[in-house]
C-alpha cells in the first residue's frame, strides 16, 4: 500500500516484530525511525533464545541485516523509551511523527502472587537468560544456583533452564512443577530432548501413578502424554550430566519457605484437580491438601508482562488494545487504547508481545509485525500531512543533546565485524560483547 513520502512512523523496539514492520513500512515508501533500548538489535531473538544456539541465532541475524538494509529505516541504539527515560512517546508525537508503532515486547516479569516468592535463591527465568545470553546489566550479575532447583512451569522456557542447569551447571537435580497435569505441557519434544536422557523415569512412573485417578476423573489423556514424555527418553542423547530430572504435576505453589537467613529452603505447595473450562481449557483448583517440595533455588519460568513505564496502559499482561478497531486487519486489533476512560490513543500501535504477551516465537511475531504495519498504513492513508519539517531531524537533535552514544546501522555492523573477528582469533562459535562500554568500543563509540 504506497502512502505519502512525506508521512513519518517511529517504531519503539527493535525485536522480530519491530525490525519486520519497519521494512514493511519502509517499502510502502515511510521514513521509519527504529529506536531500541539496546545498542545491538534482535530482541528476545538476540537474548531469549538458548545461547548454544548458535546456527538458529546466525540465521535470524542475517535476516536482520538484510531487512534494515533499507534507506528509509534510520536506526537509533542505545535509546530508552518511556516515562522519565531519553524520550517519551508523548515527546516523539510532538516532534511530528505521524504515528508510533510500539513493539517493545513483555519486559516484566510476571508475579504469581505467594509469600517469600523472591527470596534469595528465587529467581524469574528471565534473570537467568538475560545472564546466559550476555543481555548488559544481568551478564555481570551471576545468579546463585543451589544443588536442587525447582522450575515452575511446563513450558519451553522451562525446558531452555533446564537445558543450562542440566548441561552446564550440572546441578544435582532439577525439578519441573506445574499447577496442571502433563497433558497441558507447553513445550515441544525436540527441545525436551535436550534433556530427556536425564528423566528419572522410576519417578516419573510413580508421579503419573499418584495423579492418575484425578485425570481419569475429568477424562485426560495420561497414558499419551506419558507416552510423548517416555519418547523423547528412549530417543535421547546422552548429556554426559549427573543432573537428575523430574516433574511434580497438579501442584501449586502456595508459599516459598525460607531458612533464618531469609534464603529458599523448599516450596510450599498445594494438591490440585482440574475443572475444564466450556472451552476445553482445564483450571485447577486447590484441594486444601499440601505438600513441602525440598530446594536451594527456585525459577519462575512464568511468561512476562508488559512494562507500563513505557507510558501506557497495561490490560492483563499486554498493553491495551480497542476492543473495536478502526483499522483491524485479520479481524485483529493493533490500536492503543485506555480501557478506563474507554478511548483510543490516537496514533499508537502496538505488535508483537507488546500487543499480547508471551505469544509465538520469531515468526509469529514477525508477521504480527508486518501485519501491525499494515494497520498503520490503512491509518496514514487517512491522515493529512503538512509539508512540515521532518522529525528525523528534531529527533536527532534530542538524542544529540542527550549527552551518550547513539548506535546507527553502521555501528552496528562495525560491531558485527570487531565480534566475528573476536571469534575467529579465540576459535569460538558466536562471540559477542557482553558489557555496553565493550559494544561501544567495538562499535567506535566510546
Known amino acids: 500500500m504506497p502512502t505519502n513520502p512525506n508521512h513519518h512512523v517511529a517504531v519503539i523496539g527493535a525485536g522480530p516484530a519491530g525490525i519486520f514492520a519497519a521494512r ?32 538458529l541465532k546466525a540465521g535470524l541475524r542475517k535476516q536482520f541485516i538484510k531487512a534494515l538494509e533499507h534507506p528509509a529505516i534510520h536506526y537509533f541504539g542505545n535509546v530508552a523509551v518511556g516515562e522519565g527515560k531519553d524520550i517519551s512517546l508523548e515527546h516523539l508525537q510532538a516532534m511530528g511523527f505521524d504515528a508510533l508503532l ?108 499418584r495423579i492418575a485417578k484425578r485425570l481419569q476423573e475429568v477424562g485426560e489423556n495420561l497414558e499419551g502424554s506419558r507416552a510423548f514424555i517416555l519418547s523423547a527418553y528412549h530417543h535421547a542423547e546422552p548429556t554426559g550430566s549427573p543432573t537428575r530430572f523430574t516433574f511434580r504435576f497438579l501442584s501449586l505453589p502456595y508459599e516459598v519457605l525460607t531458612n533464618v537467613e531469609g534464603r529458599v529452603k523448599g516450596l510450599k505447595v498445594e494438591d490440585t484437580y482440574l ?33 507500563p513505564s513505557i507510558g501506557l496502559p497495561v490490560w492483563r499482561d499486554s498493553f491495551a488494545t480497542a476492543p473495536r478497531p478502526r483499522y483491524p486487519v485479520h479481524h485483529t486489533s493493533y490500536e492503543a487504547y485506555n480501557p ?64 551518550k552514544p547513539i548506535a546507527d546501522k553502521a555501528a552496528w555492523h562495525r560491531l558485527l565485524e570487531v565480534e566475528a573477528r573476536e571469534a575467529e582469533k579465540r576459535g569460538t562459535t558466536g562471540f559477542r560483547f557482553t558489557t555496553n562500554e565493550e559494544m561501544l568500543k567495538a562499535a567506535g563509540l566510546a
Not at 531500541?36 to 546456527?55: C, D, S
Not at 475444564?276 to 519462575?300: M, Q, W
Open 275 to 307: 475443572v475444564f473450562t466450556v472451552g476445553k481449557r482445564p483450571i485447577p483448583y486447590g484441594l486444601g491438601t499440601f505438600r513441602t517440595l525440598e530446594a536451594d533455588t527456585i525459577i519462575y519460568c512464568v511468561g512476562t508482562k508488559a512494562d
Open 102 to 209: 510500539v513493539t517493545t515486547g513483555s519486559q516484566s516479569p510476571r508475579r504469581i502472587g505467594i509469600p517469600n516468592e523472591y527470596a534469595k535463591g528465587a529467581y524469574h527465568a528471565s534473570e537467568i537468560y538475560y545472564y546466559y545470553n550476555g543481555l548488559p546489566l544481568y551478564s555481570q550479575q551471576a545468579p546463585e544456583i543451589g544443588d536442587r532447583v525447582l522450575l515452575i512451569g511446563i513450558g519451553n522456557v522451562m525446558v531452555d533452564i533446564a537445558t543450562y542447569l542440566v548441561t552446564e551447571r550440572k546441578v544435582k537435580s532439577v525439578t519441573a512443577v506445574a499447577r496442571c497435569g502433563p497433558c497441558e505441557i507447553k513445550f515441544a519434544k525436540k527441545e525436551f530432548m535436550r534433556i530427556a536422557a536425564n528423566l528419572d523415569v522410576d519417578d516419573f512412573e510413580e508421579e503419573t501413578k
Open 340 to 403: 478506563q476512560e474507554m478511548r483510543f490513543i490516537e496514533g499508537i500501535f502496538l505488535a508483537g508481545w507488546a500487543r499480547r504477551a508471551n505469544f509465538g516465537l520469531v515468526g509469529a511475531v514477525r508477521k504480527d509485525g508486518e501485519l501491525a504495519a499494515e494497520a498503520v498504513l490503512h491509518y496514514l492513508a487517512e491522515k493529512e500531512t503538512a509539508n512540515a519539517p521532518s522529525p528525523l531531524g528534531a529527533l536527532g537533535e534530542h538524542l544529540k543533546n542527550l549527552g
Open 24 to 55: 514493511a513500512l519502509a517499502k510502502a515508501g515511510v521514513e521509519v525511525a527504529l529506536l531500541n533500548q539496546h545498542i545491538r538489535p534482535g530482541g528476545l531473538a538476540e537474548y531469549g533464545i538458548y545461547h548454544r544456539k548458535h546456527r
